[in-house]
């Protein structure tokens, strides 16, 4: 027989939604447990996805830098680098997150548990500690939490040794002299710009004609000439019918129009799918839509009203950002706590080399919903900050109405991008007008001055009474 426990919030899960769920919960007065199956708290995001690649990247720029300032210092990476060099801060970054994480769930009494658990009915469920000890569950509300993992395509035969996913590509013992990288989505452009950083041969092969297609056209061309700048090889519109391991030294990749690409290894980056399998949703009266994912509605109450989810289980955006967000909401709607509307305003940042961000509404998107649109850009080579930081090669872009007044949208391309694009987001919130950009005072030399050459761009383009 189970030990019966109880609790008003159960979350399963640890990563960004369900540490914020569970925290907004125990704020709330509630008795909350979280689940995580891992022993490590924090889910893929802290472990194997966000921090550890973006703990890469710092490395990566660093070389990138230094080989930009040869006149300075002769600097190449010696053959046979090992990957725990190039992540070498990682575990005192993780050790930091998971104290400042451990500290947080203590200090609001939240019970942390380490198990298995799937449902029983949509109020109980049942828990399976490392142990073996079984725990019943039961709880008013349930959060459910539990992240994403790598798809596997049926043609990919992912071994990790050879053949990578998201998941294992860090796992690599040595920095490899060659990578192809399957996709052209986040992570995909990610990871595949970070390691061509770090002086890899990098080939991205995708089936649509650029990567990261929905962002605006002028970020990824932008986007695509640096990758190709720095070495890199962007091959879109291609059919990947086989990959295989040769046995001696390469994966062998072939396409469907007979283009063959050789290297050392593989990086499968062709997305991502809701880590439900184990959850036994059917018994709480659930089930995954087409697209292996839970629906929600605009509370992320799913189908059965007690329960609720938030993250990557639930689909796009998929940002570490937004799934925080989502979590506390979706916190806030189950336990009746009033809310402001959700912002359709959340800001996308890609960690790629260059980074990428923008809010709001692309190019295109502007004009198929307002017709003639008014854009200014600014590319940062004229920035005093982008000449002295070497960062001449990104660009920031606003989008306004038909009058040039009313930002609709705003994206940067370029180092920075991802802190420096939230002066748009706020002026968006604010529903601010272009002018306040040329009638505010920037600092010198910073990239925020763009705002304003390319709000000048608009206001020259304006109609005239």
């Given at each position: ?13 640890s990563?960004p ?20 199956r891992?022993?490590l ?8 996805g ?6 890469l990247r710092e490395n990566?720029?660093?070389v990138?830098h230094?080989?930009q300032n ?5 600097f190449e ?7 725990a ?21 203590t200090?609001?009494e939240?019970?942390?548990?380490h ?10 469920l ?14 008013n509300?349930v959060?459910i ?11 990919i035969?992912?071994?990790h ?21 399957l996709g052209g ?8 710009s970070?390691?061509?950083a770090l002086?890899?041969?990098v ?7 650029t990567?990261l297609?929905?962002l605006?056209q002028?970020?990824t ?18 059919q990947v019918e ?5 046995g001696i ?8 129009d007979?283009?063959?690409v ?8 062709a997305?991502r799918?809701?880590?439900?399998k ?6 709480a009266g ?11 509605d ?8 007690n ?11 998929s ?11 979706a916190?806030?709607?189950a ?13 996308a940042g ?13 190019e ?6 307002h ?9 940062f080579a ?9 960062n ?8 306004a ?6 930002i609709l ?7 920075s991008s991802t ?5 748009g ?26 705002y ?5 761009e608009?206001l ?6």
């Open positions: 027989m189970s030990t019966i426990q109880e609790f008003d919030v159960v979350v399963i899960g990563g939604a369900g540490q914020k769920s569970a925290i907004q919960s125990a704020k709330a007065g509630q008795r909350v447990a979280i689940i995580e891992d022993n708290f924090g889910g893929a995001c802290v472990h194997r966000t921090i550890p690649s973006k703990t990566a720029l660093r990138k230094m080989r040869a006149a300075l210092v002769d990476l010696g053959e046979d680098t090992e990957m060099t190039l992540i070498n801060r990682l575990e005192d970054v993780l050790k930091e997150h998971d104290k400042y994480m451990r500290e947080q769930i200090r609001n939240i019970e942390r548990i198990g298995r658990v799937s449902f029983i009915d949509n109020k109980a049942l828990l399976t500690k490392v142990s073996g000890e079984t725990i019943e569950l039961k709880t509300k959060i939490a539990t992240g994403s993992f790598p798809r596997k395509p049926d043609n035969p992912i071994d040794e050879h053949v990578f996913d998201s998941d294992s590509i860090l796992s690599m013992l040595y920095l490899p002299a060659s990578l192809t990288v989505g986040v992570i995909a452009s990610e990871y595949a970070i390691f061509q002086g890899v041969k080939t991205m092969i995708d089936k649509y004609p990567p297609g929905f605006d002028d970020m061309d932008t986007f695509v000439s640096a990758f190709e700048n720095m070495g890199g090889t962007w091959m879109g519109k291609q086989k990959v295989y391991w040769d030294s390469e994966v062998v990749t072939e396409c469907a007979g283009t063959v050789r290297s050392q290894k593989l990086l499968c980056a997305g799918l809701a880590n439900v184990d959850l036994k949703l059917e018994n659930l089930k995954v839509n087409e697209r292996g994912l839970i629906s929600v605009d509370n992320l109450c799913t189908t059965v009203e329960i609720y989810a938030a993250g990557d289980v639930i689909g796009p955006p940002l570490a950002s937004a799934s925080m967000e989502q979590g506390r909401r916190a806030c709607n336990l009746d706590i009033p809310l402001g509307d959700l912002s359709k305003l959340i800001p890609i960690f790629s080399i260059p980074e990428l961000s923008s809010v709001g509404l692309t295109t998107q502007a004009r198929e919903q017709g003639d649109v008014i854009v200014g850009r600014a590319k004229e920035v005093a900050r982008g000449q002295i930081s070497g001449t090669e990104g660009m920031l872009k606003i989008v109405d038909t009058q040039g007044k009313k949208g705003v994206m940067l391309v370029g180092e802190e420096v694009v939230h002066i987001h706020m002026a968006m919130l604010c529903n601010a007008d272009v002018d306040m950009f040329v009638e505010s005072t920037f600092n010198f030399p910073t990239l925020a001055e763009a304003r050459i390319a709000a000048l608009i020259a383009k304006r109609p005239k009474d």
